[in-house]
């Protein structure tokens, strides 16, 4: 059973950084690709980046290219976001997800974490 822990969130002002954390206290999830998504109120789930099982290869949103950032440490059974030149719109719950490819689709997803809120203030 793939158990996912996020980290990291908080309250940033525009401009600032954060690294999101998602470890899994279960199963490893090397067997799986890994996602980023957010949700902010009022609005569907989207996706933000997607990391393959190596880490050989990674998907970003358009909305973050060039401010976003994600890895993976197989050693540590952790995936990162690491998020920089933050901005309001910005400002969601971050959610970790292991599935079976790494896509854009929250269906393609089989397991979650609980998620972390990101707050950025102007």
């Known amino acids: 059973q793939v158990q996912l822990v996020e980290s990291g969130g908080g309250l940033v002002q525009v401009g600032g950084s954060l690294r999101l954390s998602c470890a899994d206290s279960?199963?490893?999830?090397?067997?799986?690709?890994m996602g980023w998504f957010r949700q902010a109120p009022g609005k569907e789930r989207e996706f933000v980046a997607a990391?393959?099982?190596?880490?050989?290869?990674?998907y970003l949103d358009d909305s973050v290219k060039g401010r976003f950032t994600v890895s993976r440490d197989g050693a540590a059974n952790t995936i990162y976001l690491q998020m920089g030149d933050l901005k309001t719109e910005d400002t969601a719950v971050y959610y970790c997800?292991?599935?079976?490819?790494?896509?854009?689709?929250?269906?393609?997803?089989?397991?979650w974490g609980q998620g972390t809120q990101v707050t950025v203030s102007s």
């Open positions: 997800a292991a599935g079976g490819s790494p896509s854009k689709l929250v269906s393609n997803y089989d397991y």
């Open positions: 279960g199963r490893p999830f090397s067997h799986y690709n």
């Open positions: 990391i393959t099982r190596a880490g050989g290869r990674y």
